[in-house]
């Protein structure tokens, strides 16, 4: 999954630089094009050239507003991938803020604060389905359940990523990778950090 998304935050940067790169572009364009559209006649008449003159005006008006069109619509089918994402991991119980969500996303998710709360409950539920399955014991559920409480201002990926690696700890257990003993150890360091 991290590969996944390594290769999708770098193909929307490089869509993004590139967008900015043409954007640049079409206005540079657009001043070459008016500038040389103003010219003098081998006997000093002033000349315009009306085609370029238009087209340079056009290039430096329209040309950006055709880029941010195509980068709006850029980040909207980011985050439509990021939503599609982020219901595979919530199927497969995985943390869904390991891929940084595209520019309009966070800006909303900042002037809303009552995401963290309903997060923290999510957060809670999973680590429940731990204790369900045997996982962590009750005692450690109920220290967990205290904290992330406590922290209803703020809450960021940590947690996420505990469940993910205590799950993996256990299908190593699973898999006599690790014995019970050391399945402890390890998830009290992660739990204890």
Known sequence: M???????????????????????????????????????????EFIVNYGTLFGG??????????????????DIFFNFILDVKNIKNAQLGLPTSELSPPLFHKNCQKSVGIDNVYSVFEKIKKFKLLLDEGIITEEE?????????????KVGSKFDKDIVKIKQLKTYVDEKILSKEEFDDEKNKILKK
């Open 57 to 74: 005006i056009g290039s430096i008006l329209l040309g950006p507003i055709v880029i941010q069109l195509l980068w709006l619509s850029s």
């Open 141 to 153: 559920y109920v220290e967990i359940k205290n904290e992330l409480l406590n922290k209803k201002e």
């Open 2 to 44: 991290k590969k996944n998304d390594i290769s999708l935050n770098l193909f929307r940067k490089i869509t993004n630089v590139t967008l900015f790169v043409f954007m640049c572009l079409t206005v540079l364009t657009g001043i070459i094009l008016f500038s040389v559209s103003f010219t003098t006649n081998s006997w000093g």
